[in-house]
C-alpha cells in the first residue's frame, strides 16, 4: 500500500515586527497621543509583580496605566520660573 502526498506552495509570512516598531506604532490612549513615549524596564520581585498584577486585574485597569499614574503623583511635574 503506497500513500500519496501532495504539499502545496509554501506560504509566505510576514516579517515579525520588531519591539521597537511594535512600540512605536501601539495604539495610544487620548492622553499618550501628545506626548511621545519612552520604554523603562526595570526588575521587581515576583511577588510584587503578582501583587500589582491581581490588584490592576481586580480594578479592570491595565498595569502600565497604574504605573505610570502612581510614578506621577511620586514625581509631579516641575513649574519652571
Known amino acids: 500500500m503506497t500513500k500519496k502526498v501532495t504539499f502545496t506552495a509554501k ?3 510576514k516579517a ?4 521597537d516598531t511594535w512600540v ?3 495604539k495610544t490612549t487620548a492622553a499618550e497621543e501628545f506626548e511621545a513615549m519612552k520604554r523603562l524596564t ?3 520581585p515576583e511577588t510584587l509583580h503578582r ?3 491581581t490588584q ?25 520660573a
Not at 16 to 19: G, K, L
Not at 60 to 78: A, N, S, V, W, Y
Open 11 to 13: 506560504p509566505t509570512a
Open 16 to 19: 515579525a515586527a520588531s519591539a
Open 24 to 26: 512605536e506604532n501601539r
Open 42 to 44: 526595570f526588575d521587581i
Open 51 to 53: 501583587r500589582i498584577k
Open 56 to 80: 490592576c486585574a481586580s480594578k479592570g485597569i491595565k498595569m502600565t496605566d497604574e504605573l505610570r499614574i502612581l510614578l506621577e503623583k511620586h514625581f509631579p511635574e516641575q513649574k519652571r
